[in-house]
């Protein structure tokens, strides 16, 4: 079949006009071509369908202390396009009525580990040590990369490159307590890498990263066992030297580069081009896991010229004339001290003074800051149960801090400690579309958040069951056997529950075998968590009744399976060590506190 550019080209070179026919067969070709290449382009080629949203009618915190009675937010594709009590609603717009709700900026975590990948392997250094809040690194000769002299020295590692998104369950927790973006940082090390900025929406992990490089962050951690270094003096020794042989490294390349000759190549370094990127200048955070570590890191920042923030520890208030002298902003965590136990005489022995001025005086941390005009920006870090996190806000608020700074300090604050002030912390036309949506003031004890905004993508707050009590004690611990009221899926028929409440662990026994369990938290009498079974993450939620629990699980292929449990034992059998469950160590039980209270009293 002679094809329709030969019949052209023939009929050209004749001189003639080409068929008609053939130019109607053309015309046919072309625009099925068009179609088809249409429907195969992938979908950010596509223009997409427009997102556009009208909620009216509500209360509208624009920023802290300035409010719009009742008006109008639009969104479209994903920024806010106007606010104002006599903004029209566009005409292709979803309306959403809100009448009887109050709009406020989306939260901002500044310091979280949402995401991450764990530095080392439980029983491979994870976790413990006396100071640093992370999981320790382990020296792992595969882990080594150019340049790589010492594995707590991981200034190269990139938030944005391990990031994975977080269970929906995870999210759903992040995003009912208001917050719609999260900074997530590495673990591991005194140098940790690089963070990203992320929002919390979706499942798409490339899609969520909104600033992909966002601050570098240090630390005085100390290494398990004899890996170097193993104590707080080698842990400085290594920031200072690490730094030293980042000017050295810097000053040789630029020697070499100008002239070459008689000089020996200088070897790629990406950890020390990495920590000289922080002599340069660029946003630094220090992690300060007790009080005495501010002026260790006041001498650090001193001596080699650059200006960190600090993420704090909750005790800011029994050095705050430093912190002043300093000129630090803090990432400011909420962790208070849980109360001492002092049910009988033998559990007051041990109790110091300083314990108990902490645990009174913490919840008032914040409010000193404000008072004494240091900038802050708050946080879920360090909390053992995150979903305490406003709780702990409004005990702040009790004890002074004003609810507009409390506001600040979770939205304007961190928006502009992070260098996104023009994108995020307000609702203002042209930033994304970040909202939070709730049915009252969003610190009031008893508000919901009905619906946020995460990029200009509404997502709604699953409801909590009518028989969930946030203030209830309960003691989840023991061997709990499910039975599901449809197909299962590969879930697991027994949960075997170690610790408290508060510190929560295990196993879950699926038909492919025990695996452990992640992201475990306990708030009041409802249990989350999550499990690898069925080829994928396996989240389940419950409320616990003494002993027996119901709820439901959601399958790898995202159907739900309901199920009801009993708890067989409250002994949930021996741990991988071989030590039973609950018993106590060494003759005696650790006292219930804070998981970051600081080990070095009296004076530094």
């Known amino acids: 079949m002679t094809s329709f550019r030969a019949r052209f080209d023939g009929a050209r070179a004749l001189g003639r006009a080409p068929d008609p026919s053939a130019l109607r067969h053309a015309a046919v070709c072309a625009s099925l071509a068009l179609s088809l290449a249409l429907v195969l382009t992938p979908g950010p080629a596509r223009a997409a369908r427009p997102r556009v949203y009208a909620i009216t009618g509500a209360r509208i915190v624009v920023s802290p202390g300035h409010v719009i009675d009742r008006g109008t937010v639009v969104v479209r594709d994903g920024t806010i396009a106007a606010v104002g009590a006599s903004v029209p609603s566009p005409a292709d717009a979803q309306i959403l009525d809100g009448k009887g709700l109050t709009v406020t900026a989306g939260l901002i975590d500044p310091f979280t580990r949402l995401g991450m990948p764990k530095a080392a392997e439980e029983g491979e250094g994870a976790g413990g040590g006396r100071r640093g809040g992370g999981a320790k690194v382990q020296e792992k000769p595969s882990e080594r990369g150019p340049g790589r002299a010492n594995l707590q020295v991981r200034s190269d590692a990139k938030a944005s490159l391990l990031f994975q998104m977080p269970a929906s369950g995870e999210l759903d927790r992040m995003r009912g307590m208001g917050f719609t973006s999260a900074l997530v940082v590495p673990e591991g090390g005194d140098f940790r890498g690089t963070s990203a900025l992320v929002h919390l929406g979706g499942d798409d992990s490339a899609r969520a990263i909104l600033v992909p490089d966002v601050a570098a962050h240090l630390s005085l951690d100390t290494a398990p066992g004899d890996v170097y270094p193993s104590a707080l003096m080698g842990a400085i020794a290594l920031v200072r030297q690490t730094f030293e042989d980042a000017r050295r490294q810097a000053l040789w390349e630029e020697r070499w580069k100008k002239d070459p000759k008689g000089l020996e190549r200088p070897p790629i370094s990406p950890t020390l081009d990495a920590a000289k990127q922080i002599l340069d200048g660029k946003r630094t955070f220090f992690e300060a896991d007790d009080t005495h570590a501010y ?227 306990m708030t009041g009498n409802k249990i989350t968590g999550s499990y690898r079974a069925g080829g994928g993450t396996i989240e389940f939620s419950a409320i616990v009744k003494r002993d027996s629990m119901s709820g439901s699980a959601t399958l790898p292929s995202g159907e739900k399976a309901s199920f009801s449990g009993t708890r067989t034992s409250r002994n949930p059998g021996l741990t991988e060590e071989g030590n039973e469950d609950g018993r106590e160590e060494g003759g005696r039980r650790e006292r219930g506190g804070s998981e970051h209270d600081d080990p070095e009293g009296g004076a530094r």
């Open 295 to 521: 002026p260790r890191i006041a001498r650090i920042a001193g001596e080699f010229s650059f200006a960190p923030a600090i993420v704090g520890n909750g005790f800011e208030y029994e050095v705050l004339d430093e912190i002043v002298r300093d000129r630090f902003t803090v990432v400011l965590p909420v962790a208070f001290p849980e109360p001492p136990h002092v049910e009988d005489a033998e559990a007051t022995i041990d109790l110091t003074l300083r314990e108990l001025r902490r645990w009174d005086r913490a919840p008032g941390n914040p409010a000193a800051l404000q008072k004494a005009g240091v900038p802050f920006a708050l946080t879920t870090y360090r909390l053992k149960k995150p979903g305490d996190f406003m709780k702990n806000v409004r005990k702040a608020i009790e004890r002074g801090l004003s609810a507009d700074a409390a506001l600040e300090a979770l939205t304007v604050a961190p928006a502009r400690l992070l260098g996104v002030d023009g994108m995020l912390g307000t609702i203002e036309a042209g930033k994304i579309a970040d909202l939070v949506i709730a049915d009252g003031d969003l610190f009031a004890e008893k508000t919901k958040v009905k619906k946020v905004f995460v990029d200009g993508e509404p997502f709604d707050l699953p409801e909590e069951s009518k028989d969930f009590d946030p203030n209830a004690k309960v003691e989840p611990k023991g061997v709990w056997e499910l039975t599901y009221s449809g197909a299962a899926g590969g879930a697991a028929t027994t949960l075997r529950l170690r610790g408290s409440a508060a510190s929560l662990s295990g196993t879950a026994e699926t038909p492919s075998g025990k695996v452990e369990m992640t992201s475990l938290s």
